[in-house]
């Protein structure tokens, strides 16, 4: 039993005592304990027992009591009401939480209804082949889905907007923290800049959380988009209510339907598939790595990123995408480098950027409700050309490269048409690729200058006169009423005495032409050149000879149009009909062409072989075309506000007008030099690959006559006939000029 007792005393002293405390007791003792005796080594070990008060002092350092205990009660009290309170109030935040989300849910529509919302319709424009080349509105290509697109667009999209699509419940708290994160980094506010959405939530933005347009409430779409796209705090909690909605109500593959098909992505591209056409000329079913990376680029900033802004940056942004595909695993690095290497392009039709100024010339003339404002998908056929067009936009480029000085700001318009009024080509001002801007072919009404006289000339050759019947250019004076002396003057300020109709034109005379249009009755000019087309307000004095009144560049090359059809008046126009998409039944067709006659066929035929003297051996030189015949008119105004030069060969009409918006005057250009030019370098252009043809004219017959009653072996006139002529002309009210009879029928 000792040896047992001996053995369990360490044991004991080890449980409840630090073996330094055993140490100290031992040290104490003076009387070791007598062998084999068990009860007074019990009775030792009792006397430490005060010290065993140690550990119920550690318990009350521990909050058993004292100030610490009570400020530790306190704490832990407080922490406690706290817990109580969170999990209470998030229990009611979830129960209205989940109330909100049902509430939305039951309002969320069939997914088919939130395809194609759009509050306007689309007009795409097609050139006279019936190829689409441009697009006004908002353009949707069509309904497409999840599972119809290109497997490359899907991955797209995922991959740059939402890597987590299809494993989070509508929101990512990860990617919004992210998305913080960034734009603190970034010195922004926490909510500006990137949102850190998920594609869930982006498509609640597009669908405006349910709320519809109101034209009431927003005066233009822009601000009820604007609207739609607040970023505050309240408007982002009713989007993650929306979003989760959203989830509950669609499956992933639908949603991501509706937002393929909802996306603006530049050029008014509305949806994936609209965007895809109008950059690709492709379904969005068949676009490459390359083409899906760009598009799904554009999300971020589609007006920006568009290719057709600049096609670089696109590409830029694109391979951006592609890295991100290859990330995520949608691509191999063979795939990856395939796109980075071969970057996607333009179509040829959205590389062109064609007829931007033709095409907002069609919408205007149109019906607005089935135009600019249309509700509806329209499609309208034109007469574009765009082989013609693109030779007059190169023609513009080449001469303003190489003969315009650098840096002035000179302007121009070129129109192309054919001889019965449908209009090929237009250039409305030297840069032409924008969209909605002044068209100086059909809204800058300028003087015609000498361009005008053709149609003096048409009135006397309408009258019985002939081309080699002659005038005398000399000195010349009248008397305008309430004006004073008027003496018209040619542009040498020299005289050539007597000269034929056709001279006279040839060399842009300007007395022969105000004396011809005073015989003739500049009320019958004016008839004639409001027959060909020129509805413009005409001047009612002398100087309407020389061009004095405005007009349009679109009418004056309708008016010439006229010329070479044979005399007829002439309408133009660029539209051929106008149907809704999917329609085989046009709404309207083409609203202009051939109109009523104008003057004889015989007269016109004259009139252009006095004009294709004008190229040949007068001031028109530069506008000859080696092969082909080509009858003109050049035409400058006073102080060289304006220079023109009008023209055609058989098979087209051409008009070009050079200036200055602001009216500066032309530094040395004339009609003759720089819009004669550049009329060559497009018609050059637009005869590439066709057989010369002749041109309508007809040589004149027969002997000439005066054309004012002098003398033409003299050079004067008599003054007794001027006197009596004169006496009849106050009698009769003629227009007559002093020395020249009224003719028969003249009014």
């Not at 349910?210 to 609207?227: I, L, R």
């Given at each position: 039993m000792t040896e047992k007792s001996r053995r369990k005393s360490p044991l004991v002293a080890d449980q409840r005592y630090r073996a330094e405390t055993v140490q100290q007791v031992n040290t104490k003792s003076k009387t070791p304990p007598k062998p084999g005796t068990a009860k007074p080594k019990a009775k030792a070990k009792a006397k430490p027992a005060p010290r065993g008060k140690a550990p119920r002092r550690k318990s009350r350092s521990g909050g058993g009591g004292g100030i610490g205990g009570f400020f530790g009660s306190i704490i832990g009290w407080f922490f406690r009401l706290i817990w109580r309170v969170t999990w209470k109030f998030a229990t009611v935040?979830?129960?209205?939480?989940?109330?909100?989300?049902?509430?939305?849910?039951?309002?969320?529509?069939?997914m088919s209804a939130l395809l194609d919302a759009r509050q306007r319709g689309s007009v795409t424009l097609l050139d006279y082949e019936s190829k689409p080349f441009a697009w006004r509105g908002d353009y949707f290509g069509g309904v497409i889905t999840a599972d119809t697109v290109s497997p490359n667009l899907k991955n797209a999209i995922v991959a740059t907007e939402d890597k987590r699509f299809y494993r989070h419940f509508g929101l990512s708290p990860r990617g919004i923290a992210s998305a913080v994160r960034i734009n603190l980094q970034a010195g922004r506010g926490p909510l500006s800049g990137n949102g850190g959405s998920t594609i869930t939530q982006q498509t609640a933005k597009l669908?405006?959380?349910?709320?519809?347009?109101?034209?009431?409430?927003?005066?233009?779409?822009?601000?009820?988009?604007?609207?739609?796209r607040q970023g505050s705090l309240w408007r982002k909690g009713k989007e993650a209510v929306y979003a989760i909605a959203m989830e509950l109500k669609y499956s992933k593959d639908e949603i991501l339907t509706i937002y393929m098909n909802r996306a603006f992505l530049g050029a008014g591209a509305r949806g994936f598939e609209a965007a895809s056409?109008?950059?690709?000329?492709?379904?969005?079913?068949?676009?490459t790595p390359a083409e899906a990376a760009m598009?799904?680029?554009?999300?971020?900033?589609?007006?920006?990123?568009?290719?057709?802004?600049?096609?670089?940056?696109?590409q830029n942004r694109a391979a951006t995408i592609v890295g991100l595909m290859q990330e995520q695993g949608y691509l191999t690095k063979a795939q990856a480098d395939d796109a980075l290497t071969h970057p996607a392009q333009l179509s040829a039709e959205a590389a062109a950027k064609a007829g931007g100024y033709f095409a907002d010339w069609v919408m205007s003339s149109g019906p607005e409700f089935f135009t600019r404002n249309t509700t509806e998908d329209v499609i309208i056929k034109t007469t574009l050309d765009r082989r013609l067009q693109k030779a007059a936009e190169d023609a513009v480029k080449v001469i303003f490269e190489d003969k315009v000085k650098e840096g002035s700001k000179a302007q121009v318009a070129v129109v192309v048409m054919s001889a019965d009024g449908a209009v090929r080509a237009m250039v409305g001002g030297r840069d032409n690729t924008v969209s909605g801007a002044f068209n100086r072919a059909i809204q800058a009404k300028r003087q015609t200058g000498s361009s005008f006289k053709p149609f003096v000339y048409a009135t006397a050759l309408e009258q019985g006169f002939s081309p080699l019947d002659t005038v005398m250019d000399e000195p010349y004076c009248m008397n305008i009423p309430g004006s004073g002396q008027w003496c018209p003057e040619n542009y040498t300020h020299k005289h050539y005495g007597r000269v034929t109709l056709a001279q006279a034109l040839e060399n842009s005379l300007n007395v022969p032409a105000v004396k011809v249009s005073e015989t003739v009755g500049r009320d019958l000019v004016r008839q004639v050149a409001e027959g060909f087309g020129i509805h413009s307000d005409l001047a009612a004095g002398p100087s309407l000879a020389l061009g004095a009144s405005e007009s349009t560049l679109l009418e004056m090359t309708g008016a010439y149009a006229g010329i070479l059809n044979g005399g007829s008046s002439v309408k133009p126009y660029g539209l051929v009909d106008l149907r809704l998409q999917g329609d085989d039944q046009p709404l309207m067709d083409a609203q202009g062409g051939i109109g009523e006659r104008v003057i004889r066929t015989e007269a016109a035929q004259e009139l252009v072989w006095m004009m294709s003297k004008v190229v040949s051996e007068g001031t028109g030189k530069r506008a000859q075309i080696p092969g082909w015949e080509v009858a003109g008119k050049t035409g400058t105004t006073s102080s060289y506000h304006d220079a023109w030069f009008m023209g055609f060969t058989a098979d087209y009409v051409a008009g070009v007008w050079l200036g200055y918006d602001d009216n500066t005057p032309l530094t040395g250009v004339t009609g003759s030099g720089l819009p004669a030019e550049i009329w060559r370098e497009t018609m050059i252009r637009v005869h590439e690959g066709l057989e010369p043809k002749p041109l309508p004219m007809r040589a004149p017959e027969g002997a000439s006559r005066?054309?004012?009653?002098?003398d033409p072996n003299t050079g004067g006139g008599n003054s007794l006939q001027n006197g009596v002529e004169q006496l009849l002309r106050n009698i009769f009210g003629s227009n007559a000029a002093p020395g020249e009879a009224p003719r028969p029928g003249q009014r």
């Open positions: 935040v979830a129960l209205l939480l989940g109330l909100a989300v049902m509430l939305v849910y039951n309002t969320l529509p069939d669908l405006c959380l349910g709320v519809e347009y109101d034209p009431q409430k927003w005066k233009t779409e822009t601000e009820y988009e604007d609207d739609c056409q109008r950059y690709f000329g492709k379904s969005s079913s068949e676009v598009l799904a680029g554009l999300l971020k900033a589609p007006t920006r990123y568009a290719p057709t802004n600049n096609l670089q940056r696109s005066s054309l004012n009653g002098d």
